[in-house]
């Protein structure tokens, strides 16, 4: 099993080509400030959209069973994926309020094609695909323990406006729907030992995490 630590590392959490396709796109997008909580929807009006988040932060919801796939900071791209004619189930919430930009999906296909820039988009798209991999690696541990030590170092790392503002039993189990009473015998653990420490059951600090329970 791969070190979580690894997995979990900061590099994967943006597209390093996420930029230059937003320096193409950002011309012929629509931008508005977003609000925290604000739904961002691949499809408006059976029209597909793709979003340009230049400011702030999302996370991304796997539609059919409400799944949190993966929070992102600015700058990042949503909905681009769709552009290949792969459709991707998904919508964004707003965690942390920014500046988003909206383009139809048929409008960034032909910016793409304009500008010769399928070599980067599908860079972007390995590069997403890559990352969900690696975060599934956390929902599949041998153990439930295994599980929630992934998803709490995952959380230590996510942006503090939003690790300070959902607790860290919703956070693990908006990614894996893990028992509610089982991920909360653990937490206590994990606080009466000293492993970690929380306050209202927001995480606040790691210590040391035990690799076995």
């Given at each position: 099993?791969?070190?979580?630590?690894?997995?979990?590392?900061?590099?994967?959490?943006?597209?390093?080509?996420?930029?230059?396709?937003?320096?193409?796109?950002?011309?012929?997008?629509?931008?508005?400030?977003?609000?925290?909580g604000e739904r961002l929807e691949h499809t408006i009006h059976g029209e597909a959209?793709?979003?340009?988040?230049?400011?702030?932060?999302?996370?991304?919801?796997?539609r059919d069973d409400e799944t949190l796939l993966f929070t992102v900071q600015a700058?990042?791209?949503?909905?681009?994926?769709?552009?290949?004619d792969v459709f991707f189930d998904e919508y964004c919430k707003v965690i942390t309020?920014?500046?988003?930009?909206?383009?139809?999906?048929?409008?960034?296909?032909?910016?793409?094609?304009?500008?010769?820039?399928?070599?980067?988009?599908?860079?972007?798209?390995?590069?997403?695909?890559?990352?969900?991999?690696?975060?599934?690696?956390?929902?599949?541990?041998?153990?439930?323990?295994?599980?929630?030590?992934?998803?709490?170092?995952?959380?230590?790392?996510?942006?503090?406006?939003?690790?300070?503002?959902?607790?860290?039993?919703?956070?693990?189990?908006?990614?894996?729907?893990?028992?509610?009473?089982?991920?909360?015998?653990?937490?206590?653990?994990?606080?009466?030992?000293?492993?970690?420490?929380?306050?209202?059951?927001?995480?606040?600090?790691?210590?040391?995490?035990?690799?076995?329970?």
């Open positions: 099993m791969p070190d979580f630590e690894d997995i979990a590392d900061d590099r994967y959490r943006s597209s390093p080509f996420a930029s230059e396709l937003i320096a193409h796109l950002r011309p012929f997008a629509v931008f508005h400030t977003t609000v925290v959209m793709c979003y340009l988040i230049l400011e702030g932060s999302v996370a991304s919801y796997r700058p990042a791209l949503f909905g681009i994926g769709n552009v290949t309020p920014g500046l988003t930009g909206v383009i139809s999906v048929e409008k960034a296909r032909e910016v793409v094609e304009t500008h010769n820039l399928w070599n980067i988009l599908s860079q972007h798209i390995m590069h997403v695909t890559n990352r969900l991999y690696k975060n599934m690696l956390h929902r599949i541990a041998p153990s439930a323990y295994e599980i929630i030590r992934g998803q709490l170092i995952d959380l230590m790392r996510e942006e503090d406006t939003f690790r300070k503002s959902i607790t860290a039993e919703r956070y693990i189990r908006d990614k894996t729907h893990l028992s509610r009473s089982g991920v909360m015998r653990i937490l206590a653990d994990l606080k009466t030992g000293g492993f970690i420490e929380m306050e209202e059951g927001r995480l606040i600090k790691i210590n040391k995490l035990p690799a076995k329970y």
